[in-house]
């Protein structure tokens, strides 16, 4: 049987892709979204890799 992962709230937290599956997601208005303090929030966006070098990106603005 799967460990079941709660929030200190009380909030079931159900890692997925993207966090689709979780209640505390955000997207259900009788729990508040976790996603911000969650241990397994890495686990719901396997794609990020910590590794890769931010690009910085210039931007120039024009008046006109």
Not at 1 to 29: I, R
Not at 45 to 59: E, G, R
Request: charged letters at 25%; aromatic letters at 10%; glycine letters at 8%.
């Amino acid at each position: 049987m799967a460990k079941k992962l709660f929030d200190v709230t009380g909030v079931p937290l159900t890692p997925s892709f993207q966090g689709k599956k979780c209640l505390g997601n955000g997207e259900h208005k009788e729990y508040e979204c976790c996603c911000e303090e969650c241990d397994y929030y890495l686990g719901c966006f396997p794609q990020f890799n910590p590794k890769i070098k931010p690009i910085k990106i210039s931007c120039k603005i024009k008046n006109t």
